[in-house]
């Protein structure tokens, strides 16, 4: 996902050769988009240009005036950017003090050229992070509201409708987008924690899905460097660096063009997610059909915890209710429901003999609301209630 774009603020054409030599390897070790802006200015027209461009790091030469401004304006405005300060010529020999750690979104001590790679790498790093986070909090706070939205992502993977899914995607990118409240940075990160969570969900229906790896190639942007000088009647376009980094005179990139590429990113992520998940599903029915009594057995073990109906069961194994029933009768010798009760009272005995949960805890655990029902079908298999199965079993009450 997008989150390598960098500007380089108060930079003069000598040093901006050995920071992109330094900047290299990083490049060349990125799978994404890595695009470097460099700005001739000084810190309060660099802030302006910040306001109507996009960037994820600012690295600021401490020869520019009013660095230090500007990075607490990006501490305090940008939540989505770190800022990186740069020591360059010489006062590099004078900086005895080691990088600094990442604090809130910048590093607490300025960097030299030589430690600049650890500090992008370190910055590169936090940004992920807080984006995976911020995701993961959004999720909790947000969720439990949209459960029928869920529900249309299960119902269309579980039943194979693939023609559903370009509308359930849209209307998913809108609800996430109401959820950071227009702000585009953490979309991506907040569509992977959606489709890990439907995968999770479809499990439990016993759809295994693959953990979802990056888009094809073809949907990935390609790694690529700009360093063009903005705005572009400030100074001349310094000459490329011979090696390794070959910059091209690709603009600078707009906030509202960040916005468009993070929602594109974020629905080729949907797409890519939605896609496994219909793989798996049809590779589930594959196997319910060549082996019906197995797979009606799986469902069962993943499911055992919560409430289900034999209609689910049998849309999952895609036969009939009452095929499905007398099938499983007839290979088994015992009733569907007779299995789910055996298969909750077997996880029942290893929670008594393993664990010292409560009674009342381990009925809620295997599929029962109500203990004291629970307690009536434990003994009627196992011949003694559930506390006094413990104490006989493990010496404990």
């Excluded at 890595?34 to 240009?49: C, P, T």
């Excluded at 969720?143 to 299960?154: D, F, N, P, T």
């Excluded at 460097?225 to 990139?253: C, F, H, I, Y």
Aim: overall charge positive; proline content about 5%; charged content about 20%.
């Amino acid at each position: 996902m997008m989150n390598d774009r960098i500007v380089l603020v108060g930079v003069d054409e000598t040093n901006l050769e050995r920071i992109m030599g330094k900047l290299a390897a990083i490049v060349e070790a990125s799978s994404e988009e890595v695009a470097i802006d460099a700005l001739a200015v000084d810190s309060e027209q660099a802030w302006l240009w910040l306001r109507q461009h996009y960037a994820d790091i600012c690295i600021v030469s401490t020869t520019a005036a009013g660095w230090k401004r500007l990075l607490d304006n990006i501490h305090l405005d940008c939540p989505w950017m770190c800022g990186i300060a740069l020591v360059c010529g010489e006062n590099e020999q004078g900086l005895s003090r080691p990088i600094g750690q990442l604090g809130a979104r910048s590093l607490t001590n300025p960097v030299t050229l030589g430690d600049l790679p650890e500090a992008v790498r370190q910055a590169r790093w936090q940004i992920a992070a807080a984006r995976r986070h911020e995701a993961n909090q959004l999720m909790l706070a947000h969720l439990s509201q949209h459960g029928s939205m869920l529900e249309r992502w299960l119902e269309a993977v579980a039943s194979v409708h693939a023609h559903v899914l370009p509308v359930i995607i849209s209307d998913t990118l809108a609800m996430l987008e109401a959820w950071t409240e227009r702000r585009f940075e953490p979309i991506c990160e907040l569509a992977r924690a959606w489709t890990r969570f439907a995968a999770h969900e479809l499990k439990k229906q016993g759809v295994e899905v693959p953990e979802a790896g990056a888009p094809p190639a073809s949907a990935q942007p390609q790694p690529r460097v700009s360093a063009g000088l903005a705005p572009t009647d400030m100074k001349p376009q310094p000459r490329a660096p011979a090696e390794p980094l070959r910059p091209n005179a690709k603009p600078p990139l707009k906030r509202e063009e960040a916005r468009l590429l993070y929602r594109l990113q974020a629905v080729e992520w949907l797409e890519h997610a939605a896609g496994g998940m219909l793989a798996a599903a049809a590779q589930a029915r594959l196997r319910a059909k060549n082996d019906p009594i197995s797979e009606i057995k799986s469902y069962i073990e993943s499911n055992y915890a919560r409430q289900f109906t034999l209609g689910e069961l049998a849309a999952h194994v895609a036969v009939s209710r009452g095929h499905m029933a007398k099938m499983f009768k007839a290979h088994t010798g015992m009733t569907i429901w007779a299995y789910c009760i055996a298969t909750r009272m077997r996880a029942a005995r290893e929670l008594l003999l393993s664990t010292s949960l409560k009674s009342y805890e381990i009925a809620l655990r295997v599929g029962y609301g109500n203990s004291i029902h629970f307690s009536r079908v434990f003994k009627k298999h196992h011949g003694m209630n559930p506390v006094d199965y413990r104490s006989k079993f493990t010496g404990k009450r």
